[in-house]
């Protein structure tokens, strides 16, 4: 007798449920619909492998096709929950939108800020970089990977050049990725692994880089 698993099945459903739709359907249509099925098996595989939910699919879905309308129909509960689940999913879903968007407006001004302290750096001969102000932008939540409008250097690039461990140290901490490449495709790495071997403070340096070096040592 076929006797759905009710987990899996609220999941199944509650991926269908997220297909976006321009024609009006009912519920049961939409259980029956064996095309509709094929997109929940594509939600399912996104959010649970390709693996289980072919599976899934296989174990419960295609062998049995013509008894899903009368299952969904005892399991009401079990829909009404989903829908409920989905309902509070897409609620938080864009109360997280919302405030993603506002930490982007808090951080724009830091983030300009950063911006035009590292074109200062990149574009002036003499111009030595302000490591208290860059500290101080990151610190309050300017993005560590902001780079200088035309040569795409980020503070990182900058630390690297000037042998600034300490600075190293502390953008690592904040996400600064030392992989970040500037307009040439130089990564910070990069440019640390070309220092001479003879370099002191190049073995290091790589090994921050590298995450071979924890920063907070």
């Known amino acids: 007798m076929f006797k759905p698993n009710k987990a899996l099945l609220s999941i199944l459903i509650l991926s269908g449920l997220t297909i976006q739709t321009t024609q009006p359907f009912s519920l049961w249509s939409l ?33 049995h096709g013509s008894k899903l309308l009368e299952k969904a129909k005892e399991h ?28 982007c407006k808090r951080k724009q001004p830091l983030n300009d800020k950063l911006r035009e302290e590292l074109n200062a750096i990149a574009t002036q001969q003499d111009k030595q970089p302000n490591w208290e102000l860059i500290q101080e932008l990151i610190t309050n939540g300017a993005d560590a990977n902001t780079a200088s409008e035309k040569l795409r250097w980020v503070a990182l690039h900058f630390a690297v050049i000037y042998k600034n461990i300490e600075m190293v140290r502390f953008l690592l901490q904040h996400k600064a990725l030392s992989l970040k490449q500037n307009v040439k495709n130089k990564s910070p790495l990069a440019l640390a692994e070309q220092l001479k071997d003879s370099d002191p403070q190049k073995k290091e340096l790589v090994g921050l880089l590298k995450g071979t070096i924890r920063p907070e040592a």
Do not use: C, F, H
């Not at 098996?41 to 296989?58: D, I, K, W």
């Not at 989905?86 to 993603?100: P, S, T």
């Open 76 to 103: 009401k509960y079990l829909i009404a929950g989903s829908i409920a689940i989905g309902a509070v999913m897409l609620y938080a879903k864009k109360k997280y939108n919302d405030n993603k968007q506002e930490e």
């Open 31 to 63: 259980i029956a619909n064996r095309a509709v099925w094929e997109s929940i098996r594509t939600g399912a595989a996104q959010a649970l492998g390709a693996v289980v939910a072919t599976t899934a699919y296989e174990k419960y879905i295609a062998p």
